[in-house]
Nanobody
Framework: QVQLEESGGGLVQPGGSLRLSCAASGGIFSIYIMGWYRQAPGKQRGLVAAITPGGSTRYADSVKGRFTISRDNARNTVYLQMNSLKPEDTAVYYC?????????????????WGQGTQVTVSS
C-alpha cells in the first residue's frame, strides 16, 4: 500500500515562497502521474498542478506562472515550488496519484490521502 507524506507548509507573508514536498513509500512511483491538490476552508479539494512520469506539467490558471511542480523519481518525491504567494493560496495542500486524466480542479485521487500540509499566506 502506497503511503503519501506531505511537508513544507507554514505561515508566509504575501509575496513569499514555500517549497512543498511529498514522499511516497511503496508502489512504483516512477510510472505515476502525480498531482498537488489544495483545499481551502469551506471549499472542496481540487487539483492545482500535475506532472507525468516524463515531466510534462499542467496547472490551474490561478497558479500558472507562480507554482512549479517537479519530481525526483529516484527519491519517490514530488515537489511544489510556490512563489509570489497570495492570501487566496491559503489551504491544506495534498499530493496524490491521478486516477486517470482528471481535469484541473477535480478532487479525485487514486491513493489513500495523506494528512496534507497547511499553507497560510497572511501579513
Amino acid at each position: 500500500q502506497v503511503q503519501l507524506e506531505e511537508s513544507g507548509g507554514g505561515l508566509v507573508q504575501p509575496g513569499g515562497s514555500l517549497r512543498l514536498s511529498c514522499a511516497a513509500s511503496g508502489g512504483i512511483f516512477s510510472i505515476y502521474i502525480m498531482g498537488w491538490y489544495r483545499q481551502a476552508p469551506g471549499k472542496q479539494r481540487g487539483l492545482v498542478a500535475a506532472i507525468t512520469p516524463g515531466g510534462s506539467t499542467r496547472y490551474a490558471d490561478s497558479v500558472k506562472g507562480r507554482f512549479t511542480i517537479s519530481r525526483d523519481n529516484a527519491r519517490n518525491t514530488v515537489y511544489l515550488q510556490m512563489n509570489s504567494l497570495k492570501p487566496e493560496d491559503t489551504a491544506v495542500y495534498y499530493c496524490n496519484q491521478l486516477p486517470t486524466t482528471v481535469p484541473i480542479g477535480d478532487g479525485r485521487g487514486k491513493l489513500p490521502w495523506g494528512q496534507g500540509t497547511q499553507v497560510t499566506v497572511s501579513s
